[in-house]
């Protein structure tokens, strides 16, 4: 199973980076980073400061640290978990309450799995693609035509190796030169996760009949 820290070790080695190059860079101790990597809690002060070491090591390695931390949540509240289950005393439960209490946990188990799915899923699906404009694919006396769309935020978009930057709702423009004939427009994206997604749409310019 994926782990937070598996996930920032692999960004890591694909920058080539070494830990200890990191930890001069963002003023953080090596055996942390090492700790964090090897999902290693218990090495580190408190889930509050692990939650700001891998925002810092995922701003270093240019990688979406809201990608990363439902990772560390799920691993990190199983621990707190089992922790609680061995403090708790079953001296402590009558039947009744303990019924009560393992229906909560079985509830709030469901809750994190459904939502842990959830963020898996964004994690692992590509950017996808709504094109407002123009609504019709065939032309006639226009010389270029202007593409409206809308794609996810923190999505990298190129249109014919130029870089397209869309606004605070992901909704961007670009204007398209027409030639005679057919025109096939690709646009290229690449998701805060490094997933891509390819559109293709054509469009023609006709002689007027």
Do not use: H
Not at 10 to 33: D, G, T
Not at 86 to 102: A, D, L, M
Not at 165 to 175: A, K, L, W
């Amino acid at each position: 199973m994926l782990t937070a820290g598996e996930i920032l070790k692999n960004q890591r080695l694909k920058k080539n980076l070494l830990l200890s190059e990191i930890a001069k860079q963002i003023k953080i101790k090596e055996k942390y980073l090492e700790a964090l990597e090897d999902n290693n809690w218990n090495l580190l002060p408190s889930k509050v400061y692990i939650e700001g070491l891998i925002k810092s090591y995922c701003r270093f390695l240019g990688f979406n640290y809201k990608k990363v931390l439902p990772f560390f949540y799920r691993d990190y509240e199983e621990k707190e978990t089992f922790t609680f289950r061995q403090k708790v005393s079953e001296k402590y439960f009558t039947p009744g309450v303990k019924k009560i209490f393992g229906m909560l946990m079985t509830s709030l188990i469901i809750i994190f799995f459904i939502y842990f799915a959830y963020q898996l899923k964004i994690f692992l699906t590509p950017p996808k693609i709504t094109l407002f404009s123009p609504k019709t694919n065939t032309f006639y006396n226009e010389t270029s035509i202007k593409i409206i769309g809308k794609t996810e935020k923190e999505t990298t978009i190129t249109i014919f190796g130029e870089r397209i930057y869309p606004n605070q709702d992901g909704v961007f423009e670009y204007i398209f030169p027409l030639k005679k004939g057919k025109n096939e427009l690709v646009i290229e994206l690449i998701g805060a996760n490094g997933r891509k997604t390819t559109f293709k749409k054509s469009f023609y310019k006709n002689s007027l009949p």
